[in-house]
C-alpha cells in the first residue's frame, strides 16, 4: 500500500488550496478514504472521510465544514481535499489514510502553511 499526497504550500487567509493523494497496492474503488491534519505541538486530528464509491457519503470535522470538500476519482486512485476560505489555524501536515484489514496505512503529509 503507498499513499502519496501532494498539493501543499503556503497560502494567505482566505485562499485555496487543493491536496491530492495518489494510492496505489490495494484495489482502491473498494475503501473508504480519509483526511487527517497534525498541528505544530499537537495530535493528529481527523479531517474528512469519503466513502468508497466516487459521489457517496461525505463527512467533516465542524472545524472545516462548509469550507473544505473531499472527493474521489476510482480511475486515477486519487483522493482530494479541496480547501477554500483557509485560515491560519488550518496550519498543518495532511495526511491521507485508508484502513484495510484493521491495519491504517498513512501517506507521508504534505505541509499547509496559512498565514494572516
Known amino acids: 500500500v503507498q499513499l502519496v499526497e501532494s498539493g501543499g504550500g503556503l497560502v494567505q487567509a482566505g485562499g485555496s488550496l487543493r491536496l491530492s493523494c495518489a494510492a496505489s497496492?490495494?484495489?482502491?474503488?473498494?475503501?473508504?478514504m480519509s483526511w487527517y491534519r497534525q498541528a505544530p505541538g499537537k495530535g493528529r486530528e481527523w479531517v474528512s472521510t469519503i466513502n468508497r464509491s466516487a459521489g457517496s457519503t461525505t463527512s467533516y470535522a465542524d472545524s472545516v465544514k462548509g469550507r473544505f470538500t473531499i472527493s474521489r476519482d476510482n480511475a486515477k486512485n486519487t483522493v482530494y481535499l479541496q480547501m477554500s476560505s483557509l485560515k491560519p489555524e488550518d496550519t498543518a501536515v495532511y495526511y491521507c489514510?485508508?484502513?484495510?484489514?484493521?491495519?491504517?496505512?498513512w501517506g507521508q503529509g504534505t505541509q499547509v502553511t496559512v498565514s494572516s
Open positions: 497496492g490495494f484495489t482502491f474503488s473498494s475503501y473508504s
Open positions: 489514510k485508508t484502513t484495510i484489514a484493521t491495519i491504517a496505512n
